[in-house]
């Protein structure tokens, strides 16, 4: 499998977990909505704890899908090109691990029996990588690694 498919694939796949996680917070959120509506103490009272509970609840799963509706804009943003230097959208082997510096919240993807690590370039890892080339050596961790190939 080429590079560019390889990219294409693990792309793919991070769009596919990202709408799953957008649907499962929206059905969330409904609910939420609809459990805040659905206190009889609204009506007797203006100190219904429940329903600002379920309010308080559904704000934050609104939080979760706006962030996770931005993930997805950065993951559709990614051009499927070959690298040349390490920035957003590049695939990194190293002699540890193979990082696709995209977004950080999807654990490792695989692929034809490989595993790609989807990391942010806000990580700390992702903040190192970004400022190496091919054939450059850190330390991570207390581990040596070396960045074997870029694309």
Do not use: W
């Not at 219904?48 to 931005?70: C, H, P, V």
Request: aromatic letters at 8%.
């Amino acid at each position: 499998m080429d590079k560019i498919e390889i990219k294409k694939k693990i792309i793919e796949f991070a769009k596919i977990e990202l709408k799953k996680k957008i649907d499962f917070l929206n059905k969330i959120i409904d609910d939420e909505q609809k459990e805040s509506a659905s206190h009889k103490g609204r009506m007797e009272s203006r100190y219904d704890t429940f329903k600002e509970e379920a309010q308080m609840r559904r704000d934050a799963y609104k939080k979760q899908l706006f962030d996770t509706q931005n993930l997805l804009l950065i993951i559709n943003e990614i051009p499927l090109k070959i690298n040349k230097s390490i920035q957003i959208g590049s695939i990194i082997e190293t002699n540890e691990k193979i990082y696709f510096i995209s977004i950080g919240v999807l654990g490792p993807i695989k692929i034809n029996k490989q595993d790609y690590v989807l990391i942010s370039p806000e990580s700390p890892i992702g903040q190192i990588l970004l400022q190496k080339k091919c054939g450059d050596e850190f330390e991570f961790r207390g581990k040596k690694i070396k960045i074997k190939n870029i694309f």
